[in-house]
């Protein structure tokens, strides 16, 4: 099946970096997307990777690397309101048809 | 003018009771899902349409059934209320369901539907 793995909580200090890895399951992958929750809030769209290497959007920056089936989401300057819930999904393709699979979310806890 | 609306935001309900979740979305998209949230935040998606048509139906008991009257609206059935189905429904649309290395397909949630059952 696909399946992404990551961490289940992280802390770390404000305007510290924090970098949270995710890891897929390659069987009809086409990239790698980071979503953010905070509690009682929906899924909001952070970034994308479809193809290897960085992506830079302000204080967060994603990566991916294909042949080590492997993601992060570097969080830079880190500030209070970046404490929530971060889930990497993976972009399958199978049987014609496209499926977002999420992973199970990293809490971020963010401290002064 | 929210992109994704659903109603009701609560829903408290009594076993085997039967309720419906209505979603709406003014962005024009193609495709339209359901995802469930469990207590433990795990997203799952239940199904997806594109224009109406379903395309995603995964693992879920038939007690559960969408319905698409037009490709700005998925609306939510379920017959039999259990108790494992207390969790957070979320409505989620796309612009298509096209496949793209060079671009993400986004999906754009709704606030959710937080179901109790009692």
């Known amino acids: 099946g696909q399946s992404l793995e990551q961490p289940s909580e992280v802390t770390a200090v404000e305007g510290a970096i924090v970098q949270i890895n995710c890891t897929y399951q390659t069987s009809g992958f086409y990239g790698l997307s980071w979503y953010q929750q905070h509690d009682g809030g929906a899924p909001t769209f952070l970034s994308y990777n479809g193809l290897d290497g960085l992506e830079e959007t302000g204080r967060f920056s994603s990566f991916l690397s294909r042949s080590d089936s492997y993601g992060y989401l570097l969080l830079q300057e880190l500030q209070m309101k970046d404490s929530a819930s971060y889930f990497c999904?993976?972009?399958?393709?199978?049987?014609?048809?496209?499926?977002?699979?999420f992973g199970k979310g990293t809490k971020l806890s963010v401290i002064p | 003018d929210t992109a994704v609306s659903q109603t009701p935001k609560y829903l408290v309900t009594q076993m085997g009771n039967d309720k419906s979740i209505k979603c709406e979305q003014n962005?024009?998209?193609?495709?339209m899902y359901w995802y469930k949230q469990d207590s433990k935040k795990f997203l799952k998606i239940m199904f997806s349409y594109n224009n109406k048509e379903l395309i995603i139906n995964e693992t879920v008991p038939n007690r559960f059934s969408p319905k698409s009257p037009d490709k700005a609206h998925l609306n939510l059935h379920i017959n039999s209320l259990e108790l494992g189905d207390s969790a957070v429904y979320f409505c989620a649309s796309s612009q298509d369901r096209r496949l793209s290395r060079a671009g993400a397909n986004v999906l754009t949630f709704g606030a959710g539907s937080r179901l109790t059952v009692l």
């Open positions: 962005l024009g998209h193609d495709t």
């Open positions: 999904a993976g972009s399958y393709s199978g049987a014609g048809s496209y499926q977002l699979t």
